[in-house]
């Protein structure tokens, strides 16, 4: 019995195009905007529709190579999705006082 190669594993439809590390967030293109500062994520079922809504978008923008910047966040909105495990998905717009990595005046 002769030994078998190894098929390469299909490509996950979630990951989106590699880069040159293999990681889809070094697409040149520039993030896709999302202003969140009027979503309603506070109340009764809110947090979870919105967790569900953000991680389904930041889903589709993964499918089609992109990444999600997410403005107008507040804390709490940042907390929530802290708490899902979800806030390392999304590029963020910095808050007011935060420094902006990466730029110099």
């Known amino acids: 019995m002769s030994p078998r190669t190894p098929r390469p594993a299909p490509p996950d439809p979630g990951a989106g195009p590699p880069g ?7 697409d040149p293109r520039p993030p896709v905007a999302v202003d969140v500062s009027g979503l309603p994520y506070r109340g009764a079922g809110r ?13 589709a923008a993964r499918r089609a190579g992109r990444q999600v910047r997410l403005t107008g966040a507040d804390p ?3 907390a929530l999705l802290g708490r899902s495990g979800l806030a390392g998905e999304f590029q963020w717009e910095p808050e007011e006082g935060e420094e902006v990595r990466g730029v110099q005046e």
């Not at 040159?20 to 070094?26: E, K, L």
């Not at 947090?47 to 889903?59: N, Q, S, Y």
């Open 20 to 26: 040159p590390a293999g990681n889809h967030r070094s």
């Open 47 to 59: 947090g979870l529709a919105a967790v569900a809504a953000l991680a389904r978008l930041g889903l």
């Open 76 to 78: 709490g909105l940042r």
